[in-house]
């Protein structure tokens, strides 16, 4: 176990990632920002009307709500992997090279491997039932307990340095999904989660061996494994069911797993679209007539049960069971490159563009800015 161990840190990305690197512009070179003076909250006012809402999709309603677009000096312009809300409100923001944006209505703080945090990319983010944050970053494994961080590494049981995904079932564990298997953590120690391949009839899955881009905890406790490049591997406790092309996932290269309220496991992927599995069958929607691109990831369920997800660069799909309602940059966001969706406990949806955050108040999309001047 290391604290405080790393002053540097770098980063290996997929190649299919590198373009979005080069809309990072801005470097965030301080700790803390008052905004005090400058910003009461980061939902921004409107200052440009947009309704140009025509959208030449076949099956889809035009989006009738005021879209409206805030354009600032300072704006966070960095790529941001996560966003989360801790249990006091707070909100936290992983980005792809800078650490984590930590933000209480008050202050803006930005913590990195000078502080403890274990990479500069933080790609997942969980609060366990203690009130521990926990950052899965491109250099470890970074808990925070209100006070410091503590950064785990493969030196440490972790299956990998490389986190990607984070899950907490319901007896309190913390798996960890990483690019060489995956980790449980039990609050004490890590195991690696291995396979055992006399009981597996297809022995490519496993998930000791590959990247675990998802993990998803089911209504019923049971896991399910994004793998890479081989589909979904389910787990209730006992044994594994498998989920690829030849039972009726529309593509093996999956990229997000959302359950619904229903039961409904939502799919996204690479390379065919959306999914949604009913517990016995999969109802593919593809590009043809139902959506645009074809790599669709960042699935959430908002409070009135509708399902949104982001379609490679074409935007973000909201779905009401009956109709899909695309929303671009003609309607407000930021880019239409979009990394994570959120919903805070105000109701209000968080979108995570490739240059910064859109929020959407149910009437309105503006983009979240945070002014200058930084102070140590």
């Given at each position: 176990m290391t604290k405080y161990s790393r002053m540097e840190s770098s980063l290996i990305f997929r190649v299919r990632l590198s373009i979005f690197f080069l809309t990072s512009v801005l470097i965030f070179g301080c700790k803390e920002q008052n905004t005090s003076e400058s910003l009461k909250d980061p939902v921004l006012e409107s200052t440009i009307s947009n309704q140009n809402n025509s959208h030449p999709l076949l099956f889809k309603k035009e989006a009738t709500d005021t879209l409206s677009h805030a354009t600032f000096n300072g704006v966070i312009t960095e790529f941001v992997w996560q966003i989360y809300q801790d249990k006091q409100g707070h909100f936290w923001f992983g980005t792809n090279h800078n650490g984590v944006l930590y933000y209480d209505h008050k202050l803006l703080r930005q913590f990195t491997s000078q502080h403890g945090v274990g990479g500069s990319a933080v790609r997942a983010i969980i609060e366990d039932k203690e009130g521990t944050i926990w950052l899965g970053t491109s250099e470890g494994l970074t808990s925070y307990n209100g006070k410091s961080f503590t950064n785990y590494t493969v030196t440490d049981g972790l299956a990998n340095d490389e986190v990607w995904t984070l899950a907490i079932d319901k007896s309190g564990t913390l798996w960890v999904g990483t690019v060489g298997g995956v980790s449980t953590f039990d609050g004490y120690q890590f195991e690696t989660f291995k396979v055992d391949k006399a009981k597996v009839s297809d022995p490519k899955p496993m998930l000791s061996e590959n990247r675990i881009s998802d993990i998803l905890i089911d209504l019923n406790d049971h896991i399910w494994f994004v793998t890479d490049g081989y589909g979904i591997s389910k787990y209730d406790g006992k044994g594994f069911e498998f989920f690829t092309v030849n039972n009726g996932l529309p593509d093996n290269h999956v990229a997000d797993l959302l359950q619904d309220h229903e039961g409904n496991i939502w799919i996204g992927t690479f390379y065919g679209g959306v999914s949604k599995y009913d517990g016995r069958k999969f109802i593919n929607f593809t590009k043809d007539g139902l959506i645009q691109g074809i790599e669709?990831?960042?699935?959430?369920?908002?409070?009135?049960?509708?399902?949104?997800?982001?379609?490679?660069?074409?935007?973000?799909?909201?779905?009401?069971?009956?109709?899909?309602?695309?929303?671009t940059t003609k309607d407000g966001l930021a880019t239409n490159g979009i990394q994570s969706i959120y919903q805070d406990k105000k109701g209000q949806i968080w979108f995570s563009t490739w240059n910064g955050l859109s929020l959407y108040d149910g009437k309105n999309i503006s983009n979240a800015a945070l002014k200058e001047p930084w102070v140590q």
């Open positions: 669709a990831y960042n699935f959430l369920e908002d409070s009135e049960g509708n399902i949104w997800f982001s379609a490679e660069n074409h935007g973000v799909y909201r779905y009401d069971g009956k109709q899909f309602v695309l929303f």
